[in-house]
């Protein structure tokens, strides 16, 4: 088709976005293109400004390494990956989810560990936290068998795979649920931290005049099969910035209830306080159990 004005090419891609065989995809494609155009037509979108768009995406696929994930980080901070999370979780949206997004710090093969083990795998100055967690389905049954991945920040705000001070694998580990459905460990709690803010995502937040932390948190995630993967983060309430989580990852359900203890701990001698203690219950929805494209090796 020879296109004469701007309004004809709108249908004709649309056009051609429909040849497309498979369902799924043609429908993708075809809102694509439509709210694609329709933002360009909003904006009065720029050559100039189109220009710079395409180099930004291009640089943010090149910062891309072994231990960084630029659009992981981008979607967060734009929302979007919550907004996935909160539509396919939780009776479509409708109810509280213990679902969440992944983040750019999951890796896999973390070292396995018996429950009422320890993750830390190297001197980790922090305050000891004891983490005592369930794992449950929609009606509140317990789920025998469960693997779970857990990692965290460590006290000074980096992931290991971020601080060459750490060993390999500090503060990552993995559980699997007993015949209650439960798991627990012993780590060092966690503290809030910024994200990376040496590329796009930090031109963006400045620009914003947006402050780049996150609130405090533990990763999980929970492999069983008859379940849908489980990605979940818990977060610290008394954190700062609770309410003004960079990525927007912070829901109802999703905060903690990080008790702090001035008494010597009951059974950890080594502990004579302060110590913290986190309670949490995970709820697992059915579906296909698949494990998420690690963003980092």
């Known amino acids: 088709m020879v296109i004469r004005t701007e309004s004809e090419l709108t249908p004709a891609v649309l056009a051609a976005m429909n040849r497309t065989a498979d369902p799924r995809?043609?429908?993708?494609?075809v809102a694509m293109v439509k709210h694609l155009h329709a933002f360009v037509r909003e904006v009065r979108l720029s050559e100039v400004e189109f220009r710079e768009a395409t180099a930004i995406l291009n640089e943010i696929g090149q910062l891309q390494t072994d231990s960084h994930n630029e659009f992981?980080?981008?979607?967060?901070?734009?929302?979007?990956s919550s907004l996935v999370c909160l539509?396919?979780?939780?009776?479509?949206?409708?109810?509280e989810t213990s679902q969440s997004l992944l983040g750019p710090f999951w890796r896999l093969n973390s070292p396995r560990v018996?429950?009422?083990?320890?993750?830390?795998?190297?001197?980790?100055?922090g305050t000891p936290l004891f983490v005592h967690a369930k794992v449950v389905d929609r009606?509140?049954?317990p789920i025998q068998g469960a693997e779970i991945d857990v990692w965290h920040a460590s006290p000074v705000g980096l992931y290991e795979n971020q601080d060459p001070d750490q060993a390999e694998m500090n503060l990552r580990g993995k559980f699997t649920t007993d015949d209650e459905g439960r798991f627990w460990f012993r780590t060092v709690k966690m503290v809030g931290y910024p994200i990376p803010v040496d590329g796009v995502v930090g031109r963006l937040l400045r620009a914003q005049g947006r402050h780049p932390y996150r609130p405090a948190h533990l990763h999980a995630l929970i492999f069983k099969e008859g379940y849908k993967t489980l990605i979940s983060q818990v977060f610290d309430p008394s954190d700062p910035n609770i309410d003004s989580d960079v990525q927007f990852?912070?829901?109802?359900?999703?905060?903690?209830d990080f008790v702090r203890h001035d008494e010597p701990h009951?059974?950890?001698?080594?502990?004579?306080?302060?110590?913290?203690s986190l309670d949490y219950t995970y709820v697992m929805e059915?579906?296909?159990?698949?494990?998420?494209r690690p963003p980092i090796k």
Do not use: Y
């Open 114 to 125: 018996e429950n009422g083990g320890t993750i830390v795998r190297s001197e980790t100055p």
């Open 249 to 256: 990852g912070v829901t109802a359900a999703l905060t903690g």
């Open 139 to 141: 009606a509140g049954k």
């Open 25 to 29: 995809l043609r429908n993708i494609l």
């Open 87 to 95: 539509l396919n979780n939780g009776d479509n949206g409708q109810t």
């Open 266 to 276: 009951p059974s950890n001698t080594d502990v004579t306080g302060p110590w913290f």
């Open 286 to 292: 059915p579906g296909e159990a698949t494990l998420p």
């Open 72 to 80: 992981v980080l981008m979607a967060g901070s734009l929302g979007v």
